[in-house]
């Protein structure tokens, strides 16, 4: 029977009741109460293990407690083993609860906790990131091959631009999954993000020294539909005799009827989406005239966009072309490789501090101050994030199973209080990513 004496106050007990004293003498003599039954007990223990009184020594092994049997325990090796395979098998062991998987190894749901959590592995979120074809992963590694090659002073030109959408009073929920630390980019912890319709989008763009301009697309009325179709109409008179002349052009002689010209969008003829939203139209007459052109031209910067309809538009790469404006297309569903992307999330989450925004112009006047405020500073490390992101895709083939802008995070915080990061190439400059 296990004692609630330690060692040192059993071996006092013995050697005291060994001499004769009385239970009284004894608890006066050691400090504490102890129970008559209990004396005897211990004394009795010794002696049976082989202490002879005044003549041997009193040793540890006379008065420990003896080994119990006790349950044999359910967290044998093999079911722990079992556990852990069920959880890593695939994304869908990742999201089951811990009574499923008790139901399937036979143990409880307490017991499975606790054998997860002893390997190190928490029910947390999972890791979003946007689906890849195996086309696109072989772009993204060409382009990340010919990234690393370019100069310090070729990333400084380039012009980063994209759109972001601001849904008002958005909540989001989420599930968790079990993984460990150091599994976060693991293909089973992945949860892909697809794109989906955007409600009030906000646009803009910088270089690495320079802010650039920003827009937020208002809501178009049946009047201004009605002035761009006019526009549109000119837009296509002027058009028309180019494209039929490169028509002609193209032309090869053939058995058969002489092919006919008809002007319709197939053959290039202008038309805006059915849709709505933002199109070709809209890009062009309120963010590349009016804005991103004049700002290119200013810093003789490359622009950035990515492969969206708006920018792909065979209009759009015409008047780059006849602006001479340098235009560089990013890979699709590359997020990482893009700059201004950290800029949206932390956007969000600025301007959504204190409470979900529920009316649009309010989140109109609250991006526009979240833009103007935004340091240049911190432009600048996420373009310097890049490069190290090429490095990354490149180890990956071309996929994107590793941790986006750890490093720079993680020097961040280690930096909070002397507020700068010391650089590679030797300088120091103060730059954090969206945490």
Known sequence: ????????????????????????????????????????????????????????????????????????????????????????????????????????????ASTVQRVLRSQGYHKTKPTRKPGLTEEQKRRRLDLCLWLKEQPEEWWHRLIWTDETSVILGQRRGGYRIWRKADEMVNRSCIRRRWKSFSVFMFWGSFSYFHKGPYHIYETETAAKRRASDKVIGQLNDELEPIKKAEWEAGLKRTRGPKPVWKWDERHGKLQRSKRGGIDWFRYWSEVLIPKLFPFTRRINGVVVEDGAPCHSH???????????????????????????????????RETTKKSALNIKKEAEKSWKQFWEDFPQERFQGYVDRIRWHVDKVIECKGGNEYI???????????????????????????FDCAE
Not at 18 to 41: K, N
Not at 404 to 427: F, H, M, N, P
Request: aromatic residues 6%; positive net charge; charged residues 30%.
């Open 314 to 348: 065979h209009f759009v790469q015409r008047e780059y072309k006849l602006l001479c404006i340098e235009k560089m297309e990013w890979c699709g569903n590359s997020p990482d490789l893009n700059a201004i992307e950290p800029t949206w999330l932390q956007g969000k």
């Open 1 to 108: 029977m296990n004692q609630p004496y330690d060692i040192a106050t059993r071996a006092q007990i013995a050697t005291l009741r060994s001499v004769g004293l009385t239970i009284e003498a004894i608890q006066q003599h050691i400090g504490i109460s102890v129970e008559r039954s209990t004396c005897r007990r211990i004394y009795e223990k010794a002696c049976s293990r082989g202490w002879i009184p005044k003549q041997t020594p009193l040793l540890n092994v006379h008065l420990e407690d003896a080994p119990r049997s006790g349950r044999p325990t359910k967290q044998t090796a093999e079911k722990v083993a079992e556990i852990e395979a069920k959880v890593t098998k695939d994304r869908y062991g990742r999201e089951k609860t811990s009574q499923m998987i008790a139901d399937e190894v036979s143990l409880s």
């Open 404 to 430: 986006e802008g750890l490093r720079t995070r993680e020097k961040a915080r280690k930096a909070r209080k002397a507020a700068v990061i010391e650089r590679s190439d030797g300088s120091d400059v103060w």
